[in-house]
Every structure is written in structure tokens, then in C-alpha cells.
């Protein structure tokens, strides 16, 4: 059975990349030729904000102050959770070594990156938990120097229960810049802050397209699109918990795609009936978004078996993936490509944006299928380094010789050539190449 759409998305993530990127080119030349003094003319154009742009202690303490202690509870339990994770993650890459030949040994060892740059969304929302998200795993990863920019509220500042949070998660400098400003100035090392040597967290179309444009100068945790996410589920599923699921990531923005995959004909049916009446039920604001991410980008796909839905979602390669569906083992098993998996009900994409410990900084638009997540890794170098007695390197020497001749490379082969000259003046070595 072919898939049937039951709806068909009329609009792509990329459709209105339209003249992002020109304009994302023009303010990053322009902030690096000219330095803080054009950052703080586009934060005043932008930001409407003309207040301090690196927080003051005292102005973090102020701020702090202002967060509720339930609150600042919850953002601590969602702190020790993703630490928790990051640090399980980290004791995974271990430094290792190996005797290739007897006496000739190579190794690996990761090495953190000196600065990193988290950008943490404050715009429409306040991402909070992207502050903790970022900040943690940087921290847990030894990275010495760790900036977080936020967009500042005119006349307000950074949101306080951001501040809180980058602050407790371990932030070295807090940053009141937004936007392709804000990227441009952890990049270049101005105000004093220290060149990221990575930028990592979501931000709208122009932070991602200055990701983008600035990869290669520093590294990226990913090149992101709108947010996506996808729910597998048969007819043992809740439809009313299906729905509410894919109206929760559809107030992400209007261009965020959500998707439903299902062998059961009367569930969909269902689920597309009750969307639209969730989504009137929001506050204005989340209702715009949700209402244009369901009118423009959402799909329904009706499958002959969970087989050709495990396929089909695979395709798509979602960042969030939400299996509501009998026999989770065996999904967990055959799903292949997303950003992170949530099985069965009784977990939600919702718990994995906020709190259980699990990144949110995820790919999207289809890079699933070769990448994950942001975690601790991100933020390390694999390096190698290697080590020999003069008496293993001869072998390798030869090797060397005569394959760098093989391949007309003259240089490589006297580096190997004069170290067995110097080491083995005695013996004689056929170091030619044979065709």
C-alpha cells in the first residue's frame, strides 16, 4: 500500500528562506569590520535596547532575585538532570591507547574546546530551558570560558529566570545581545569576551543562517530549521493524547511541521478532528502559531502496517520522534533516524524540551538521518597523537617510503627516508616504488 495523505503539508521548512541569507551577510561583515560599536548599533535597531550588555554580577544577583523560588526549584531539577546525563555521556569517551606494532603506540584523547558561545532564545518565548540545556553540557565538557547571549525585553534586560539559569548551569558571562548580533559578538570576541570556538543553541532563521555562514570559522552543534517533530501511533493509541502532543510542537512557530503516522484509518480521523478545536483553546499567541504550523506544514500519512510506518518515518528523519504504539521494543529496535525518541505515553516531547535530562538542541529538517543531538561530545575535540621506538618505526618507515613514492608525494618519502638512514645506518632498504 502506498501512503495516503490524509493531509499533505503545502509549505517546507525551507519556503520562505527567501532573503535571509544576503541579510544575515551584510551584518556579520559589517559587525566584524566594525566591531562593538556597530554590535551595539544593531542591538539598539533590534534589540531596542541600549542597557548593559555584559551582566554585572551585581546585575545577575539582581536578577536572580527576581525569580520565584518555586521556580528557580524547577529549574535546578531540570540543572541536575541534564548534568547528570552529560556527565553519563562524558564517561563514555574514555582516552585510549594502542600498540600497533610492538613499541609503536598511537592514542586518542578528547580534548574540550576553550570557549564556547550558547545562544538561548528570549524573543516571543523565554527559553528557559535552553539556558540549561547549552551552559550544562559546555561546563560538564571542561570548556574554560562559556558565554550565554540572550535577546534583552527593552527597557527589562534578559529575562531574570534566564539570567538564573545560565547562572547556576555556569555561565562565565552573561550576555544581553540577541539575534545575528549577539552570534556575530561571541564569534568575534567583542566586548572582551574570549572567540567562541563553538556556537551552540536554536535561535530563529537569521541565528541559524548566521550559524550557518559562520561554520568553519567556529564549529556548530548543527545547522538547524524550524523545529519538527513526528507521532507513530496505532489504534492502541489515545487520540486525544496524539492531538495534544502535535498541537504542543506546532506553538513552536508557524513554520514548525508536525507530523502523524498511523496504520489506523479512524484514529487519524479522529486526531484531525480534534486538532483544530486544542488548538482554538490556546492563549492568542501560541493559537497563531499552532493554527498556521497545522494549516501549512502538518501531514497526516495513513500505512498499510507499522513496518511501512517505521519506513516512512525513517524518511522523514524527524528531531522529535513520539512512538504511542503497542510493542515499543520492538520500535526502539527498528527506528533508525531521529533527533531523540520518546516511547509510549507515558513520556512526551514536552518532558525532553523541559526537564528529564535528555538535549533539546536537536537536528532538523531531515539531518537525523546523519547526526544527533547537542551533548557533551559537541564540545569536545577527538584527538590522536602517537609515539615509537626507533626500532617499531622501521616498518612504518618502509611502508611509508614506498607508498608516498607510489603516489608521486617525494617529500613524505625522504621524511621516512632519513630517519631510517639515522637510525639504521648499518642495513640497506629497497624504498623504491613498485607499479
Same mark, same amino acid.
Given at each position: 500500500?502506498?501512503?495516503?495523505?490524509?493531509?499533505?503539508?503545502?509549505?517546507? +521548512?525551507?519556503?520562505?528562506?527567501?532573503?535571509?541569507?544576503?541579510?544575515?551577510? =551584510?551584518?556579520?561583515?559589517?559587525?566584524? /569590520? $566594525?566591531?562593538?560599536?556597530?554590535?551595539?548599533?544593531?542591538?539598539?535597531?533590534?534589540?531596542?535596547?541600549?542597557?548593559?550588555?555584559?551582566?554585572?554580577?551585581?546585575?545577575?544577583?539582581?536578577?536572580?532575585?527576581?525569580?520565584? *523560588?518555586?521556580?528557580?526549584?524547577?529549574?535546578?531539577?531540570?540543572?541536575?538532570?541534564?548534568?547528570?546525563?552529560?556527565?553519563?555521556?562524558?564517561?563514555?569517551?574514555?582516552?585510549?591507547?594502542?600498540?600497533?606494532?610492538?613499541?609503536?603506540?598511537? $592514542?586518542?584523547?578528547?580534548?574540550?574546546?576553550?570557549?564556547?558561545?550558547?545562544?538561548?532564545?528570549?524573543?516571543?518565548?523565554?527559553?528557559?530551558?535552553?539556558?540549561?540545556?547549552?551552559?550544562?553540557?559546555?561546563?560538564?565538557?571542561?570548556?574554560?570560558?562559556?558565554?550565554?547571549?540572550?535577546?534583552?525585553?527593552?527597557? #527589562?534586560?534578559?529575562?531574570?529566570?534566564?539570567?538564573?539559569?545560565?547562572?547556576?548551569?555556569?555561565?562565565?558571562?552573561?550576555?544581553?545581545?540577541?539575534?545575528?548580533?549577539?552570534?556575530?559578538?561571541?564569534? @568575534?570576541?567583542?566586548?572582551?569576551?574570549?572567540?567562541?570556538?563553538?556556537?551552540?543553541?536554536?535561535?530563529?532563521?537569521?541565528?541559524?543562517? /548566521?550559524?550557518?555562514?559562520?561554520?568553519?570559522?567556529?564549529?556548530?552543534?548543527?545547522?538547524?530549521?524550524?523545529?519538527?517533530?513526528?507521532?507513530?501511533?496505532?489504534?492502541?493509541?489515545?487520540?486525544?493524547?496524539?492531538?495534544?502532543?502535535?498541537?504542543?510542537?506546532?506553538?513552536?512557530?508557524?513554520?514548525?511541521? #508536525?507530523?502523524?503516522?498511523?496504520?489506523?484509518?479512524?484514529?487519524?480521523?479522529?486526531?484531525?478532528?480534534?486538532?483544530? *478545536?486544542?488548538?482554538?483553546?490556546?492563549? *492568542?499567541?501560541?493559537?497563531?502559531?499552532?493554527?498556521?504550523?497545522?494549516?501549512? @506544514?502538518? =501531514?497526516?500519512?495513513?500505512?498499510?502496517?507499522?513496518?511501512?510506518?517505521?519506513?516512512?518515518?525513517?524518511?522523514?528523519?524527524?528531531?522529535?520522534?513520539?512512538?504511542?504504539? *503497542?510493542?515499543?521494543?520492538?520500535?526502539? =529496535?527498528?527506528?533508525?533516524?531521529? $533527533?531523540?525518541?520518546?516511547?509510549? =505515553?507515558?513520556?512526551?516531547?514536552?518532558?525532553?524540551?523541559?526537564?528529564?535530562?535528555?538535549?533539546?538542541?536537536?537536528?532538523? !529538517?531531515? /539531518?537525523?538521518?546523519?547526526?544527533?543531538?547537542? !551533548?557533551?561530545?559537541?564540545?569536545?575535540?577527538?584527538?590522536?597523537?602517537?609515539?615509537?621506538?626507533?626500532?617499531?618505526?622501521?616498518? #612504518?618507515?618502509?611502508?611509508?617510503?614506498?607508498?608516498?613514492?607510489?603516489?608521486?608525494?617525494?617529500?613524505?618519502?625522504? +621524511? /621516512?627516508?632519513?630517519?631510517?638512514?639515522?637510525?639504521?645506518?648499518?642495513?640497506?632498504?629497497?624504498?623504491?616504488?613498485?607499479?
Amino acid at each position: 500500500m502506498a501512503r495516503d495523505y490524509l493531509k499533505k503539508a503545502t509549505l517546507t +521548512a525551507m519556503s520562505d528562506a527567501g532573503e535571509t541569507h544576503d541579510i544575515v551577510r =551584510e551584518i556579520l561583515a559589517k559587525i566584524e /569590520a $566594525g566591531g562593538d560599536a556597530v554590535a551595539l548599533e544593531y542591538a539598539a535597531k533590534f534589540d531596542r535596547y541600549e542597557g548593559s550588555i555584559l551582566m554585572s554580577e551585581a546585575e545577575i544577583e539582581a536578577a536572580c532575585a527576581l525569580v520565584p *523560588e518555586r521556580l528557580k526549584a524547577d529549574i535546578r531539577f531540570a540543572h541536575d538532570n541534564v548534568r547528570r546525563f552529560a556527565e553519563t555521556q562524558k564517561s563514555t569517551l574514555t582516552d585510549v591507547e594502542l600498540e600497533i606494532v610492538p613499541g609503536f603506540v598511537a $592514542g586518542q584523547k578528547a580534548i574540550p574546546v576553550d570557549a564556547a558561545g550558547c545562544y538561548v532564545p528570549g524573543g516571543r518565548y523565554s527559553h528557559i530551558a535552553s539556558a540549561i540545556m547549552t551552559v550544562t553540557t559546555a561546563k560538564v565538557a571542561g570548556c574554560r570560558h562559556i558565554t550565554a547571549a540572550s535577546p534583552p525585553r527593552p527597557g #527589562v534586560g534578559v529575562a531574570p529566570a534566564i539570567v538564573y539559569a545560565a547562572h547556576i548551569c555556569g555561565a562565565d558571562k552573561i550576555m544581553a545581545m540577541g539575534g545575528v548580533q549577539g552570534v556575530a559578538a561571541m564569534t @568575534y570576541g567583542l566586548f572582551g569576551l574570549p572567540p567562541a570556538n563553538i556556537l551552540v543553541g536554536p535561535g530563529n532563521q537569521f541565528v541559524a543562517e /548566521a550559524k550557518r555562514i559562520l561554520f568553519g570559522k567556529v564549529g556548530i552543534d548543527m545547522i538547524a530549521g524550524p523545529t519538527d517533530s513526528l507521532i507513530l501511533a496505532d489504534k492502541s493509541a489515545d487520540a486525544h493524547i496524539v492531538a495534544t502532543d502535535l498541537v504542543s510542537q506546532a506553538e513552536h512557530g508557524y513554520n514548525s511541521p #508536525v507530523w502523524l503516522v498511523t496504520d489506523d484509518r479512524a484514529l487519524a480521523e479522529k486526531v484531525m478532528e480534534m486538532v483544530p *478545536e486544542l488548538i482554538e483553546d490556546l492563549p *492568542e499567541l501560541n493559537r497563531e502559531n499552532a493554527f498556521a504550523a497545522w494549516r501549512d @506544514y502538518a =501531514e497526516v500519512i495513513l500505512c498499510a502496517d507499522r513496518e511501512e510506518m517505521a519506513v516512512c518515518s525513517d524518511d522523514y528523519a524527524p528531531e522529535h520522534l513520539t512512538v504511542q504504539a *503497542e510493542d515499543l521494543d520492538w520500535w526502539l =529496535e527498528r527506528l533508525t533516524c531521529y $533527533g531523540s525518541l520518546f516511547l509510549g =505515553e507515558e513520556t512526551t516531547v514536552s518532558y525532553g524540551d523541559k526537564a528529564t535530562g535528555t538535549n533539546h538542541v536537536l537536528p532538523t !529538517s531531515g /539531518a537525523a538521518s546523519y547526526t544527533g543531538g547537542l !551533548s557533551v561530545h559537541k564540545y569536545m575535540k577527538i584527538v590522536t597523537w602517537q609515539r615509537s621506538t626507533r626500532e617499531a618505526s622501521k616498518g #612504518v618507515a618502509e611502508a611509508t617510503a614506498r607508498i608516498s613514492r607510489l603516489e608521486g608525494m617525494e617529500g613524505h618519502a625522504r +621524511a /621516512a627516508d632519513v630517519r631510517l638512514a639515522k637510525y639504521f645506518p648499518d642495513e640497506t632498504f629497497d624504498l623504491t616504488a613498485d607499479e
